[in-house]
């Protein structure tokens, strides 16, 4: 493996063979996810959810995008339609941009990652924060109130949450001293007799419980769901929308949605390590559970005020991320 | 194989400033500058300066530009306006230009181009090598340059706060900046 790998025409194969493997296994997994919470969101309110087509509903995402593929791609007039239509795009790559740099453990100590940069979580950071363009694009392109207020409100609330979210982390690039995303998923403590990996968010639940808000309101979603609140603004950004180009929107929507949590898993449950199950069905759980947790939330949580929304970030989130920081770094100095 | 990524992020920088000046609607501009960032952040990457390559997307991209974007947002498609402009302003620019491409010409004989002595680029650029930079030989200058910020900051948030009426009831005396001293002045004085 490692042969090819520094075999200059290997490792462009190696490269490109693990992108496709990697968008096909993403594209999956995001169809997945919005079957995943349209049934948890029907056990939740007490109805089935989708289960007519295929088994249980599982081929309910494929007839979805067919149908949405055959629709009538619509464009406003009196617009700028190259930015009706780069905004979109922005948003899909983005979303996808953010997978270059997560590693994902396989077997035993085989693990998976196109590239493994100093600055990992740095970079996820810079590519999502470039998410916000989509938004406020298309907000701005659709020629239309609602939209360009919903992506006014996603300005505002992005960059908001932005720096609760990047405060959130900083205990946890303390306590491991690196940025890079393996050496933090591989992180290891020895007290005493025990020796061997510790899950992070037993060090830092606070930074974990920031992180969980703002990631939420990073990713449009529920309780943060303002930019598209359907009742008051029809659909924000997305009213214009129809066809690919929604698609685009919403896919890029659940990619985010997996994205913030496979790094919640890296960053705060130990990445691929439990116990003896091997790491890519560990992995699998994880990330799993936490996009339970984010449906959950999304099942039971009313939307916020949106003057509650900036408070929320400003007043409270990112005070508490910067006390959690100071309060982190005095432990650390205090223990070693 | 760097050089072609260079001469690509090159150009793509220079096509970008050209679209700032000469696009006429404002977004237009604005989508230009963000591509001039994303273009000179792969030129940092180049360099092997991958932490100011994240900071500069997540700082100039991610932030300043959204704000910019908000504003034109904010204010509406307005297009700026064709006329207007200085008589001979075209052949001017042309002459400036050709003085630049000659001073920097002038400026550039005898640049002998090497790699820095010593330097390992597996540790040049991390966050490791930065924050040794910032918190030993650089400390002075980083720790002023927070003050700067947050009196900056302090500054624009009194200067935005609107001058709240008493009959109101707004905030208690001391909170409230005084009229002549800083706020918006009432609409009667305008």
Do not use: C
Request: avoid cysteine; charged fraction near 10%.
């Amino acid at each position: 493996m490692t042969q090819i790998y520094n075999d200059p025409i290997g490792h462009w194969v190696v490269v490109v063979v693990a992108m496709a493997l990697l968008l096909f296994v993403v594209l999956t997994a995001t169809a997945y996810t919005v079957w995943f919470e349209r049934v948890a969101l029907g056990r939740i309110q007490r109805r089935p959810g989708p289960n007519r087509v295929g088994p249980y509903g599982l081929l309910q995402l494929a007839a979805d995008g067919v149908k949405l593929a055959f629709k009538e791609s619509f464009i406003p007039e009196k617009t700028d339609r190259i930015i009706y239509v780069l905004a979109p795009t922005i948003g899909v790559a983005a979303a996808f941009l953010a997978w270059t740099v997560i590693p994902i453990g396989l077997w035993g100590d085989l693990q998976y990652w196109i590239a493994d940069v100093n600055v990992g979580i740095l970079i996820i950071f810079a590519v999502s924060s470039l998410n916000v363009y989509a938004i406020v694009l298309g907000g701005y392109a659709s020629n239309n109130k609602y939209s360009l207020l919903g992506g006014l409100r996603s300005a505002a609330q992005l960059v908001s949450y932005e720096m609760a979210l990047g405060l959130a982390l900083v205990p946890t690039f303390m306590i491991v001293g690196s940025l890079r995303l393996r050496d933090i998923a591989g992180f290891t403590v020895s007290w005493g007799p025990y020796h061997g990996p510790i899950p992070l968010i037993l060090l830092t639940p606070l930074g974990f419980i920031i992180y969980l808000i703002s990631a939420t309101a990073e990713t449009n979603r529920t309780p943060f769901d303002l930019p598209e609140a359907e009742q008051e603004l029809i659909g924000g950004f997305l009213t214009e929308y129809s066809g690919l180009k929604f698609t685009m929107y919403y896919l890029a929507e659940y990619l985010n949605v997996i994205t913030v949590s496979t790094l919640a898993v890296l960053l705060f449950f130990g990445g691929w390590y439990l116990w003896i199950v091997p790491p890519v069905i560990a992995f699998l759980l994880k990330v799993v559970l936490v996009v339970f947790l984010y449906i959950w939330l999304r099942g039971t949580f009313p939307r916020l005020r949106y003057d509650m929304l900036m408070r929320l970030g400003w007043k409270f989130l990112l005070p508490l991320a910067i006390a959690n920081v100071v309060v982190t770094a005095i432990i650390l100095v205090a223990v070693t | 194989m760097a050089i072609a990524v260079f001469f690509i992020a090159a150009a793509v920088a220079i096509l970008g400033g050209v679209g700032v000046v000469s696009f006429h609607q404002p977004i237009r501009s604005v989508l230009s500058l963000v591509l001039v960032m994303l273009a000179l952040s792969v030129i940092f990457l180049l360099l092997g300066a991958q932490f100011v390559f994240a900071v500069q997307i997540i700082v100039y991209a991610g932030a300043v530009m959204v704000l910019f974007l908000f504003v034109i947002a904010l204010l509406g498609p307005a297009r700026e306006l064709g006329r207007g402009r200085l008589r001979y302003q075209g052949w001017a620019s042309a002459v400036f230009v050709l003085v630049l491409l000659g001073l920097m010409w002038t400026m550039l004989q005898g640049v002998q181009y090497r790699q820095p002595d010593k330097t390992d680029l597996n540790f040049f650029g991390t966050v490791q090598s930065i924050a040794v930079g910032l918190f030993t030989t650089y400390l002075y200058p980083f720790e002023l340059t927070s003050i700067l910020l947050l009196v900056a900051a302090i500054g624009a948030i009194y200067l935005s706060r609107k001058r709240i009426d008493e009959s109101e009831g707004g905030p208690a005396e001391g909170l409230r900046p005084s009229a002549g001293v800083g706020g918006n002045l009432p609409p009667h004085q305008t």
